[in-house]
T-cell receptor, first 112, second 114 residues
Framework: KNQVEQSPQSLIILEGKNCTLQ??????????LRWYKQDTGRGPVSLTI?????NTKSNGRYTATLDADTKQSSLHITASQLSDSASYIC???????????FGAGTRLFVKA | SAVISQKPSRDICQRGTSLTIQCQVD?????MFWYRQQPGQSLTLIAT?????????ESGFVIDKFPISRPNLTFSTLTVSNMSPEDSSIYLC???????????FGQGTRLTVV
């Protein structure tokens, strides 16, 4: 069964600190992996998308890594800001790339 | 990129009634997806709306409960029928821009059924 598991479920960090969120998946065949940020009451917004051949991709203070062999991805947030408080969702696409499986998300709280 | 306008942004409805959610895209897209996000949960795909054909529903979702219209390549509606409190969720539409490109989401409709 294709699954996407994220950890931790929630995380509290102090402003200015770094953090890393994890995503493990069993989706096959693999097409791409995306990280989304979802603010409370809003739709998800794409942070990064990586295909099989990509190992890392950055978007400002967000850096995603992908290990297609171990089927693991991480999202590293550098120098966190209060506005980083949100849910971060890992999404893996299978087959031709349109069918997607969503992780449950990591709820990040950044405190001053 | 694609800009998606979804409305209403929120509504409070009486049980037994129906609500239609609209999703307008600023460009023509072949596929549009409708998701449900229950409180504290991640997104669950309800159905895929294709222009010119009936929507394809995921397991656990049926057309009688969630009828979908797709009259053209820029617009779709999702109706939540005969609502019960269990239907209280955020409903989102989404469009892909390609198989390995990002998908864009509407801002969501927060539905509360009382």
């Amino acid at each position: 069964k294709n699954q996407v598991e994220q950890s931790p479920q929630s995380l509290i960090i102090l402003e200015g600190k770094n953090c890393t969120l994890q995503c493990n998946y069993t989706v096959s065949p693999f097409s791409n992996l995306r990280w989304y940020k979802q603010d409370t009451g809003r739709g998800p917004v794409s942070l990064t998308i990586m295909t099989f051949s990509e190992n890392t991709k950055s978007n400002g203070r967000y850096t995603a890594t992908l290990d297609a062999d171990t089927k693991q991805s991480s999202l590293h947030i550098t120098a966190s800001q209060l506005s980083d408080s949100a849910s971060y969702i890992c999404v893996v696409s299978e087959g031709g790339g349109f069918k997607t499986i969503f992780g449950a998300g990591t709820r990040l709280f950044v405190k001053a | 990129s694609a800009v998606i306008s979804q409305k209403p942004s929120r509504d409070i409805c009486q049980r037994g009634t129906s609500l239609t959610i609209q999703c307008q895209v600023d460009s023509q897209v072949t596929m549009m997806f409708w998701y449900r996000q229950q409180p504290g949960q991640s997104l669950t795909l309800i159905a895929t709306a294709n222009q010119g054909s009936e929507a394809t529903y995921e397991s656990g979702f049926v057309i009688d409960k969630f009828p979908i219209s797709r009259p053209n390549l820029t617009f779709s509606t999702l109706t939540v029928s005969n609502m019960s409190p269990e239907d209280s969720s955020i409903y989102l539409c989404s469009v892909p821009t390609g198989p390995n490109t990002e998908a864009f989401f509407g801002q969501g409709t927060r539905l509360t059924v009382v």
